[in-house]
């Protein structure tokens, strides 16, 4: 997603002040994963994709639900910024905006959501824009072109009702399973609360932050 697009004038602040610029970090690209646990055996993990970047906010530093972002130009690859939504640097919309939180496995986006984008503010002036500052809202995003791996079954995005994993508790595609994956009937606490039709009850490794430590597996 690396479309350009024009980068408006950032908003100043009176003298004194420092200028305000957001900075956004993806925690999350394709895939979520999760690690199981088979007794005594090695349990295996996938970890989400992350990485820092920074954008001029262009919105008075604060986002909504509905307001679009891109790729910034000034900050490729991994930079985000603020768009209208019919300006063609434009990629994808807020479908809800959360706290934001040091602990990544805390934010759960709603179905549908395909990547989640951390926005902290930082202080300062001149190009030290990468990385850093402080977390203040967690943008849940989605694609606006037909792209969209964070769909139920589709393989990508956070764990959700209705996706397929892997033996390995590893999400995978539903249109790929085979008969020896799983689809998620429920995300639970425990594995009493997961509903009858569940075969395979999967416990996780302790994830701080995470609402749920049972994955109920069913048939695909």
């Not at 690209?29 to 349990?43: H, N, Q, R, T």
């Not at 986002?63 to 000034?74: H, V």
């Not at 905006?97 to 989640?116: K, M, V, Y």
Request: glycine share 16%; charged share 20%; hydrophobic share 30%.
């Amino acid at each position: 997603m690396t479309q350009p697009g024009s980068t408006p004038n950032r908003p100043r602040r009176g003298a004194g002040c420092l200028q305000s610029l957001l900075v956004l970090a993806v925690i999350l690209g394709l895939g979520y994963g999760a690690s199981k646990i088979f007794g005594d055996e090695s349990s295996k993990s996938k970890g989400s994709s992350s990485s820092s970047s920074s954008a001029s906010d262009g919105k008075g530093g604060s986002w909504a639900i509905g307001d679009c972002g891109g790729p910034d130009p000034e900050n490729k690859p991994d930079g985000y910024r603020a768009f209208d939504c019919d300006e063609t640097g434009a990629t994808f919309k807020a479908l809800k905006i959360e706290d934001a939180s040091f602990l990544p496995n805390a934010i759960q986006c709603p179905a549908g959501t395909d990547l989640i984008i951390q926005v902290s503010r930082v202080f300062g002036a001149g190009d030290g824009k990468k990385g850093g500052g402080i977390p203040t809202n967690t943008v849940c995003g989605r694609n606006l072109t037909g792209d969209h791996p964070g769909d139920a079954g589709a393989g990508g995005g956070q764990l959700v009702e209705g996706d397929c994993i892997s033996a390995t508790a590893k999400e995978i595609a539903c249109a790929s399973a085979g008969a020896n994956d799983f689809k998620v009937l429920g995300l639970v606490k425990e594995k009493a609360e997961c509903p009858a039709a569940t075969t395979e009850p999967m416990e996780l490794m302790m994830a701080m932050g995470r609402p749920y430590d049972v994955i109920c597996g069913g048939t695909v």
